[in-house]
């Protein structure tokens, strides 16, 4: 059975012993504005903390070791820059960030790598450094973005809402600010097109659904229910890796 260890709390013997049988799981979020009542930091946490407990879960099954590395707290966020709060890299500096990563992990032995995005607009660049990462560094790399663990139908993860509001509730209570009420923001969509447009990002404050109805015992379900989810496809992966 595979064994949890934390990159940043050992040392280089430890991580030189491991690192060629081990799944590197890398948790990447941002730090971007999240509308008037969650931290900037949401994202960051979540993916953290999501990730960290789904190899807790799946570590006394897994086939090989998993090495948890330590959270990469920004990612491709300029589109919340005019809210203000927001540190974005640009795309192409976040895929140079995971590439140099993954350069890191190939050069001193390291053969798998594990991306667990927890911020929407990482996911393009994430699914793009994966295809490549993998034919130049050797390395069988795999991402997925925590949330779709869950069934399409359970939730639509939105931004700052009700899904994040409850998740954010559970991990970290006491970041969360008081939400002032309102009525779901009204945004026209065309089916199966993602629209950027910063007017639309304006029109409802930053911020989408209701973060109001969200509740902790709600985020702890979800957040059980993803790390849960997220512990099977580590065990999974740690077999077909």
């Known amino acids: 059975m595979g064994a949890l260890l934390r990159w940043a709390e050992a040392d280089r013997a430890t991580v030189r012993g491991v690192l060629a049988e081990a799944l590197v799981l890398v948790p990447i979020g941002a730090t971007e504005q999240h509308g008037p009542h969650l931290p900037t930091g949401t994202d960051a946490f979540l993916a953290a903390a999501v990730c960290e407990r789904a190899a807790e879960l799946a570590a006394p099954e897994a086939e090989r070791p998993l090495l948890l590395a330590p959270p990469i707290p920004y ?3 300029d ?15 976040l895929l140079q960030v995971l590439d140099d990563l993954a350069r890191s992990i190939a050069v001193q032995g ?24 993998s034919t130049k560094h050797g390395l069988a ?11 399409p139908e359970d939730i639509v993860p939105g931004h700052a809402g009700e899904f994040e509001t409850s998740m954010m509730l559970t991990v970290h209570g ?32 930053g911020y989408t659904d209701q973060p109001g109805l ?11 229910r993803i790390a849960g989810g997220l512990a099977e496809r580590f065990v999974a992966l740690a077999k077909v890796l």
């Open 75 to 77: 990612g491709a966020s």
């Open 79 to 93: 589109h919340h820059l005019p809210f203000n709060g927001t540190l974005s890299l640009s795309a192409q500096t």
């Open 110 to 133: 390291g053969r798998r790598m594990v991306v667990v995005n927890g911020h929407g607009g990482n996911v393009g660049v994430c699914h793009a450094f994966a295809g490549a990462a």
């Open 141 to 151: 790399v795999a991402h997925t973005d925590y949330w779709r663990v869950l069934e």
């Open 174 to 205: 006491e970041l969360v600010r008081e939400v002032t009420p309102r009525a779901a923001p009204q945004t026209e969509r065309v089916s199966d097109v993602d629209i950027h447009s910063g007017q639309v990002w304006r029109s409802i404050d």
């Open 214 to 224: 969200a509740t902790e015992a709600q985020g702890r379900g979800w957040f059980e």
